[in-house]
Every structure is written in C-alpha cells, then in structure tokens.
C-alpha cells in the first residue's frame, strides 16, 4: 500500500534500519519503548522467541496497524482540490458532481439524500476514491445490513474503482475477495461489511474503527435504536478520540416517513443528531439533471366474489379461534394472551395476528407443528385473495388433511364449512386474472414502440410469490408472448413458513437474469424494497400495501420511465385511504429534505 511521502520518514527507519545481530535489535526496540513479549498495539499473542517479536515489529501489518492508529483524517481544504477527474467506468451526471463537491468539500460527517435509482452508489465511489487518495495509510469501510445487498455493491464498486484498489467483503466469518487476488485485509483498500460482521471484528479487534478514513452506511434511514447501524455509532465511533474519528457518509432515498410536516422535521433533525450530528446533503443546484419523473399510481380494489369471500370469512374465523385457543394453551409461547388481545383491540385482528404468528418459534414439537398448521392457514386465506379458487385446492386439502393432528381442536366446523361452500363455487374472476390483463395491456403498449417491458411484482410472503412464478410460468397468455418469469425471496430462515428462504446465490443468479434483454416478470418479496439493483420497471404491480411510507417511497422509486406505472390491487376500500397517507408521507418527507438542507 502506497503511504504519502511527508508520514513516510518513521515508518522507513522502523522498517529498515540495519541490524547486526539480535542483540542490536533488541537495542533498538528497548530505545523505541516497545514490549518484548507481545505487541499490545496490535492486540498479538504473546511471543514465542526474540526472532519472532523482530518478524512482528518489522512487519507489514504492524507497521500499518501502528500508523493507521496515529495519523488524522485528510479533508478537502481548498476548493481547488475538488477535483473531477474521478477516473470511473460510469460518468456521473451533474446532479451527482454537486453532490460529491458538497461531501467532500466538509469536514462533518453527511446523510446524502438521493431518490431510488438515481444512483448514490456512484456518488459513494466518487468520493471512496478520493478519500483514499488523501488517506491511503486508511481503509474506507462501506457497510449494509443484508448479504445480498452487500454483494451487489461489492461487484458495482469493484467495477467503479477498477484494479486501482483493493476490494473485499467480509460478511459473517468470512472474507470474501476478488477471485484472482490473495491478499490479506491489512493490504486492501475498501473492505465492505454486513453492520453484525463489523460489529463482530471491532469487539474482537481484528479491525479498528478508526483504521477507516470513510465509513459509509448504505440505507442510513435504518439507523434506529436496536438496528446494528446505531449500535456500531454509539459504541465506537462516539467512544473514537476526536481527532481521529472517520467521516461517516450516509445514503438514502427515504431519510423520513412521519406523516405531518413537524414530525417530519423532528425525526429527520434527530436523526441527523445521532448519525454524529451530520449535515444533510441533496441536490439544488442541478435540478434539471435529476429527471424527477413522477410514475402513474393507481390503486384498484378488485372485489371478490361472494362465494369466495364468505369461505375466506370462514377460514379467518376458524383462525381466530385456533389461535386464541392455540396461544392460551401454549402457554410457553412468547405472547401472552392478554397481549395478543390487548394488540388486537388496537389494530386490524387480521394483521396483527400474522404479524405475531410470524414472530413465534418453538423447539416444541407439538407447538411447532401448530404454529406450522396455522401458518399454512393463513397462507391458504391469503392465496384465496388473489388466485381462483381452483388453484387454491391443493392448498386447502393440506389444510383439511391436518385437522386430526390437534386434540385441543374440538370444533372444526368453520374449517370444515369453508370446505364444503368452497366445493360448490364456479369458476370466477380473480386478482389473478387483473395482474395478468395489466402486464398484456402494458406489454401491448410497449411493442407498439419497439420496447422490451420489465415488470415488477411484489408480494407480501414468499408462499404467494411461488405460487406467483408457478402460475405465472405456465399461463399460455404469458408463455406465448414469451416473457420470462423469475423469483427473488429473503435468504434466511422464516419459521414456522413452510417456504425456505433462497440461498445467496440463487438470489444473485435472478437478479443478474434480471438485466437480460426481453419482457420479464420479476417476482419478489420485499427485499427488493430496499438498495437491490434491478432495472427501472415499466410495471410494478404490489398486492398489498407498503408497510410503511418508507417502503412506499422506495417501491416507487422504481418507476422512473416516463412511460411507467404503478399499481396497487387490494380487495378493500378501506386500503385506499392508508395508501393515500403514505403518498402523503411522501410529501412532507420532501419538504422535511428541502428545508433542512445545508
């Protein structure tokens, strides 16, 4: 690693002085004031011989560790220095630039504001590679809180910066590094994290914090109380001594979701506070660059049939039964009785006893297998919301077939009604049927102009989005005006689902499927919410709302085509006025952005 001439001189002796014999080495390591028997600098063992202690203090990675430990951080000082020969494979566009001179040009730490898809990672390398031109003793550390996430940007920073620097990721107990290279982490220059990951080396000083010139945290708007990114904040970098404390540089395209301007205002100034009282950064110089092209959102409540609906009023109260009783009768299950009920009282039952169902697990066999058995319930409620009956029958014989299993059970009749009802409905018109016609209208439109049309599909639990892809990649509608349908779902475990989650790389396979030419339909969950690289839809379709006015922003950050369209189908009229204040939320966010500008 290349070291700046004037902090060379030091190092130079310490590394290549002359010695004679051991015992002039000795000599010299008494003078210098260093330890004999471990380097407690390094955090060493202890050492085995003298030889081993000279191979130590002239090494590498101590001579690293030991500057990286006393030398300050390097700022833009004149705007001279505010070069723009950034010598990456992308240029940046002039909306990027301003945003780049504004980090780079202040010593505070900055949250970068930038809507979705516009490209805050190629603003993060702009600046990684100056900053590592100014501190080249230092590393940059770029952390994320999801693996897949963090292998996306490994591979766009990777091609950004070239063979100019060394890159690697460290996620878990691994270290994961350009195929071709085999260097150690002391020898690179960008060493990119999942926040537990680094977390777990700072606590075990593999790495230091303030070893890092830059420190940037991708999706900074989750640096909440009890998220690894605020732990990493409170326990080391405000515990860092002031004159060597890295920059932090936060990114987002949601820095706030509350719903009135003053909440707005509120959360984003404290957030700023906590992430080391940093300055907010946005675009107002370039806004004729930032093409804000605002999508066509559309909310369609797409009515059930009767029939269907008096099943699925069946099965939700053959749940609400079973869970109540489940839980009472579980009584080592986390929730309470009375804090189930008392949580109802105040939001929809539905909801909140999905989300409290997807939050239990148990070693107990028997109360796995229940929560197993109410998992699949649901699931069948929630698929016969948006597919046809008949395709849902595989679904509900599963659900019949597990009554026996349970003694506390003793009536089934809702169940069992559901079942008999169910029999007996013809053929209808489905939620299904609607995404379909959306995606052939759309698809219609866009050969008409010789354009190839991505679509986007977001579901709210991977058993829906498999049973998406399964449908979807067998309709003759679909198959014959050959467009391919892929998946991408969470990679961890998800108890009690019956769905795994998808390994990494499958989920890396999908999204580089993704960026093929042609007409696609991507399917997904909501990791693709957030930061995932897919291509700007012509088409987003969700099937249930956003969870949050966050969420929301990100989801329509996706539809940045002139020509895009974003719908949202729900089978309620009460669904639309929660969207309308996310839309709201959207807004005083903007507002909260514009005025807290530095």
Known sequence: MKLNSARKYDIHMCAHMKITSEADELDHMALRGVD???????????????????????????????????????????????????????????????????????????????????????????VIKKMLKLNSSKYVYFITDRFLLLFQQFEYLRKQLGNDYKIAVIAGDKFLKMPTDTYKISECNVLLFTADALGNLLNLKNVQWHDASLIIFDEVHHCEKNHPF????????????EEKKPKLLGLTASPTDKYFIGDALSSLEERLKKFDNAKLVSVTEENDSLTSVQPKVEFIVVKLDEDVREVIDNLKNAFQSFFVKGMSEYSNIEKTLEQILKQCERDDNWECMMLLLKNQASEDKEISKFLTFMTKLSELVNLLTIFKPLDCKECLDEVIGRKCNFSIFDNYKDVEYAAEHYKKIKDSSSTYDTIVGLILNKLNAYQSMSKHLFTLLITKTRATAVFLEQLLSKDPKITSSQIIVHLLTGHGSSKP??????????????????????????????????????????????????????????????????????????????????????????????????????
């Open 36 to 126: 004999r028997e471990m380097c407690k600098g390094c955090d060493s063992n202890k050492f085995q011989s003298v030889s081993d202690a000279i191979s130590h203090y002239t090494g590498t990675e101590h001579i690293l560790s030991t500057f990286r430990k006393h030398c300050k951080v390097d700022i833009i000082k004149s705007s001279s220095d505010r070069d723009t020969s950034f010598g990456l494979v992308s240029t940046p566009h002039p909306y990027q630039i301003e945003l780049y001179k504004k980090i780079i040009g202040r010593k505070d730490s900055c949250i970068c504001y930038l809507p979705t898809g516009c490209g805050k990672t190629l603003v993060s390398a702009m």
């Open 230 to 241: 605020f732990k990493l904040i409170e326990d080391y970098h405000n515990c860092c001594e």
């Open 497 to 598: 689902t019956h769905v795994k989650g998808m390994k990494i790389s499958r989920q890396k396979s999908a999204l580089e499927s993704a960026h093929n030419e042609g007409n696609q339909i991507f399917i997904a969950t909501s990791v693709v919410e957030e930061g995932i690289d897919i291509p700007t839809c012509g088409l987003l379709i969700a099937l249930s709302p956003p969870a949050t006015g966050t969420a929301f922003v990100q989801l329509k950050g996706r539809t940045r085509q002139e020509d895009s369209e974003f719908y949202m189908l729900f089978n309620s009229e009460q669904k639309t006025a929660y969207l309308n204040r996310l839309s709201t939320c959207e807004h005083r966010m903007e507002a909260a952005v514009r005025q807290l500008t530095c």
